[in-house]
C-alpha cells in the first residue's frame, strides 16, 4: 500500500500562484510514477501533469501548459505542483496519484494505483 496526502491548496486570485505538495508513505517512492489529476464541480476527474519515477521525464495536460510545474524529491518522498497565472478554470479538488513504473508514463487515469484525498484549489476572478 502507498499512502499520499496531499495539501497546500486554498483560496487565490486570478493570476496568483499555489504549491500543492504530495507526500508518500508505505512502499518505495522510487518505484512509482506519479500524478496530479483534478475535479472540478459536476466534470469528470481529468489529468493534470505526471513525472517519471526518476524525476526525468514529465508530461502536462495542454491546458495546463507552461504554467504548471511537476517536480518530485525522492529523498523526501514528496511530489510537487507548482501553479502559475492561476484561471478560474482551474478551480477544482486537486489529487495525486501514484502508478508503479512498469510502463511508460501515463495519463490514463485508470493506471494509477493509489490516490490521495484530495485537495480543494478555488481560484477567485
Known amino acids: 500500500q502507498v499512502q499520499l496526502v496531499e495539501s497546500g491548496g486554498g483560496l487565490v486570485q486570478a493570476g496568483g500562484s499555489l504549491r500543492l505538495s504530495c507526500a508518500a508513505s508505505g512502499r518505495t517512492f522510487s518505484n512509482y510514477h506519479m500524478g496530479w489529476f483534478r475535479q472540478a464541480p459536476g466534470k469528470e476527474r481529468e489529468f493534470v501533469a505526471a513525472i517519471n519515477w526518476s524525476g526525468g521525464k514529465t508530461y502536462y495536460a495542454d491546458s495546463v501548459k507552461g504554467r504548471f510545474t511537476i517536480s518530485r524529491d525522492n529523498a523526501k518522498n514528496t511530489v510537487y505542483l507548482q501553479m502559475n497565472s492561476l484561471k478560474p478554470e482551474d478551480t477544482a479538488v486537486y489529487y495525486c496519484?501514484?502508478?508503479?513504473?512498469?510502463?511508460?508514463?501515463?495519463?490514463?487515469?485508470?493506471?494509477?494505483?493509489?490516490w490521495g484525498q484530495g485537495t480543494q484549489v478555488t481560484v477567485s476572478s
Open positions: 496519484a501514484a502508478d508503479y513504473a512498469t510502463d511508460l508514463l501515463t495519463s490514463d487515469y485508470d493506471a494509477y494505483d493509489y
